[in-house]
Structure formats: C-alpha cells, structure tokens
C-alpha cells in the first residue's frame, strides 16, 4: 500500500533521512517510534505530502488514484486547520475540497462543540475528535495518526481508539502511527518499527518481539546475550536480552520475564542513551 | 456453589509473551470447558469483542477461526458464532486442560519440597473441604 | 533572548522606513495623472488610481495571509489540491476583482485611465503576488513592489526608445501600450518563475530553508535589470527625462 524508497530529507542543515525504505503492506497495523526527535513525525508528515522529499518517492497503491490524498487521513500535533474558521466553516470547507455530499458528525456532536465556535477556541481533545471527524469522513484507505492521543483526556482518547476499530472490523484499513506511550494501542498495534537517526533498527511483528526481548533477573550479566539495556539494584540486575529464543531457556542462570509493548520499547531506547 | 454467569471475562496480560489471539482463544476455550458457555450460545460478535478488548479485529478473526476449525465454536454467515459442544472433543479438551492444570500445581508443590505422598494428602484434604473460588459440580467431574 | 530582540528592534526600524517610501508611490501617482493628462482638480481619477493601486499590492501581497495567520499550511497542503489548483483559486479572484475596480474606472474616467493605469496595476499585482512568497511583512513587500515599479517605468522608457528607433511604424498611441508590455513582461516573468518553481516545492518547512532558488533567480535578475537600465541612461539619454 506504501512504497518509501530512497527517501532523502533534509531540516535546513540536518538531514534527517538518507536513502530510506519502507514497505507497509495493506490492511496493517503499524506504529513508528523511538526517541524524540529521530524523525518519526518528519516520516509521517513525508508521507502526508506535507513535507517533500529531497530525494527518493513515496508511492502509493494505484488504487488510492492520482492524488493518493484524497484518500489519506492525516492527523498530526499540529492539527492545523483554518483557526478563524468557525466549526460549520471548516466542515464545509472540507466538505467541498473533498467533494463529499454528507458529513456524518455523530464524533463532532459527542463533544458537545458549538457550530458557531471558532476553531481556535476549541480545546486540544475537541480539536483532535473533529479533526478525526474530519478525516473519517472521507473513508480514507490510510490513516496516518501522530501522536496526538497523548494530549486528549482518557475518554476521547477511547472514543478515538474505538472509531478506528470500528472501521477495521468492516473494511481493510491502513494505519501508521507515531507514538512514544502505547498503553491502550498495544493490542491494535501488528508491527513495531523502531527509528534511530532515521534509519529502522528495529522491524518486527509485535507477537515476534514479545518473544525475542525478555528481561533477566540476575546476579551476574548473562554471557553470550545480546544486551540492550540494564537496570541494577542493590541485589540483582535486570537485563534486557534480544533476541532471545526458547532455546536459550535453560542455559540461563536466573528469571526469564516476559514484558509489555512498552517496556521492550524502552529496552531499547534504554541502550541508546546508556 | 455458584454458577457463574454469562459471556466470559477476557483479561488480556500485555506483559505476557504468550500472544494476544493465543490468549483470548484459551480464554474462550476455558470459558466453554467449564459451561460457562453453554452448547449453542452465541459468542460475543467479532466486532464487539474487537472494541471491548480494544484488539484488532484480525486477531478476533484469527481466534474465531482457530476456534472454529478446532471445533469447539460454528458460524452462522452473517449471524455470529455459537457454541458447539462436541461431547468427545469436550471431553478430550477438558482432559488436556486438567492434566495442563494438574501438571502446574504438582511442579509448583514439588519445587517447593513436597513429596508426592504429601500432595496426594493436601488434594484429598482441600477436595473435602471445599476450595471456595472454584466451581464444584456436586455430580463430580465426567 | 537579547539578540532575539535586538534583531526584532533593527528589523522594525527597516520597516518603519519603508514608511518613507510612501513618498516615491505618490510621485509614481502624480506622473501617471500628469500623462494621462487627467484633469488634476478631478480628486475622482486619482482616486480612482490610488485605489487601485494601494488594492493591487493589498490583494498580490496578502495571498497567503490566512494560511500564515491560521497556521494552516500543514492542513492546505494535506488537501487533495494541485498547487496550481491553490494559486489559480487565490489570483482569480482577486484578478478578477482588480479587474472589476479597473473596469469601472475605465468606465468613469475614460478610455485613457486604462493605456495609462492599466497594465502598471497589472505590474503592481503580480509583483506583490510574486514577493509575497519569500517576504512575510507588508511593509517590506510594499518596498519591493515599489523596486519593481520603477524598474518598470525606466523599463517602460528603455522600451520606448528601442521601439522608436527599430520599430517606429507604430502609431504612437499604441507605442507606450507596447513597451509597457514588454517592460512587464521582462520583469514579472523572472519572477513569475521563480515564484512558480517556489511554491511548487513549498512545505511545511520554515521559509528561510526553501527560499534558495527563489532568491537564486530573482537577485541576479534584479541586479542584471538595474544594471541595464544605469547603463542604458548612461549612453546618451538627454533629452530623458527621470
């Protein structure tokens, strides 16, 4: 569905991407992270054609058409939007770019927001639910979603969650998200990719990664183990170990502990700041 | 003794390694094993399970499907899935989750330093008593 | 934070001399009401031009206002738009109304306001419209709107003559028309392109990072002009007046 090839970006001197690539297949689940500013917002934005290329394409399934936007739902922490626009305003205006005869505005009518508002007098969750308003309603192939669930409260946060559900229970849909908190998106989420100085260091399935990072208790630093990362206490240490397999399961001296989207995740960036 | 009632409570342990569809399926497995899902009751739609767990749909269509060719559940196209309670396969199924279960408890015992002779006693000792979080039938187990 | 606002101070200070300019614009003003030979007690046709005018660097100069105002960039360009979709749905418009205004001076004043006003309000718009992309004040795009309109003029002049000496079988109310076109033409495509080429690669990013190619074309260009113009005068232009 989206062909990153030799993707090369530059910020004014710093560049950010060299000679990227990147597959996502349709229908997948995907989240982009690691530490801040490695350019994980950079490569969503990239894809949005909100930000162009210096070098290399961004191609998208033919099926999209010509101007694949039309079908792309991007919501970034921007959430840019004309702000002197009043809400009706705005859903018009988006209604005739996108040529869509009807605007389905049940999300919009959950937050109680007044047509006549301005939409810089929204707050940053009624923002966010009608931006997301705003990009359901052009039945987008792709969603591409920035991080903003960060900013809104636990039950818009949920509302949010659960419209992409719904939509994945009745349709295939694409979705790349940008995330650094995982919590409640863990169990939506089928590929992790890891972004380091804009390269991926890590590229896997979440069930693969569960089972190659694991978290030893032990005295002693496990040998022949690939560390990320440690914590130590006073008694133990914690090592976080990848890849692991089940072979590996005897040969250790000390408790194999299975660990969380989140937990890995930090394993990782952990030893990137060590 | 309580019956416990309706559609089974899901938790999902992020923490675990075991994966996500593998964890709902023995869920759903457990809950019919042990009657809690009755022959021929529908099975919370794909959909609904999707948002109630907050889970991709796939991995529901993944764990449905698992079921159903393990046929322990049957689907009726577009109208959900339901039970089947194949009495060999229940009772075979039933069987493995037992010795599964028993297997856990003893390694547990042992490991702390009880002797087989021991155990044999604590089980005959907490059978008569009665385990109070778990369902007893009083026509014993088939 | 003290070099922030020493540099805010000095750049306030440029632009509060681009006050000062508003001086050579009614100098610009007077001498097309001077040759059109409009009457000057008519307070109505210099009205009519110094609406006109002051709407043309209004209209070129503030195409992106609301997008800069409403940090809508990201989401403009999120949209299923062509860029020339964007720009062709901002310029007619306002073209369009410019051209309205002009039609009814035309109308008003007489044929004459048109061959004389015309094609400098033309000048006047796209040249706004055409440094509206890399300059983010007004004032500043006010000061470089005027740059560009006394090129013109000279230009205008600089035309006039070649026309006269190698082309004279044109009547000669149709001369100034011609070399007026010619001057625009020689200054606002440059610019046109550059502008062009800008925005078609524009982005999210700040402005100061995309601005290369535009300054790349549009310098050179205004030093070559200028310098063609000095030296032009140079060769015996008596009789020319500035």
Redesign the interface.
Known sequence: MIEIRGLSFS??KTKVFRNFDLSIPEGQVCLITGINGVGKSTLL?LM?????PDQGEIRYDARLGA?P??K?G?V?D?L??????SVAEAIGFHKS??GLSSFDDSLVRHTKISYSQK??ELSVGQRTILHLNLILSLEPEVLLVDEIIHSIDAYLRRIFLEQIVQILSKRRLTVVMVNVNFHDIEHLIERVILLKSGEITVDENIEDLKAKVKRINARNRPESLNILSRIDYSDHSEFFIYPFNEGLRGAIEGDIFDLNLTEIVSAFIGGEYA | MVELEGPPQIIIDAKSAVPVYEQIKRAIKLAILSGRLKDGEQLTTLREMALKLMVNPNTIIKVYGQLENEGFIYSRPGAGHYVRLDPAKFIQSKHELFREVSQDYISKALQLGYSAEQILREVAVLTNIGIPTARRKDKGND | MLKKEFRDALKRFVESLAILFIIPLLYIVDKLVTKAGLDFASYRDPGFVITLVIYAVYAGGTVFQ??R???????L??????RREIILSKILPRLGLLLILGGVATIVVGRGFLHEAGIIVFVIFFSSLFLSIGVLSIVINLFGVMLMCLIFSQGERVFGYLLLKFGGNFASHLGPVVAQFFSAAVLLVPFGIAFWLTFK??????LK?QMRTYYSIILPIIFVLTLLIVFFFRKSMTGFQG
């Open positions: 910020y004014g934005r949005a054609g909100v930000l162009r101007d936007r039309r792309l991007f970034s921007a840019s939007l004309y702000e002197s626009m770019v996108y939409i810089r | 609301s997008e105002k409403d940090r809508a960039f990201e989401y360009f999120s949209l299923p738009l062509t690669k524009m982005d999210v990013r700040p990072l």
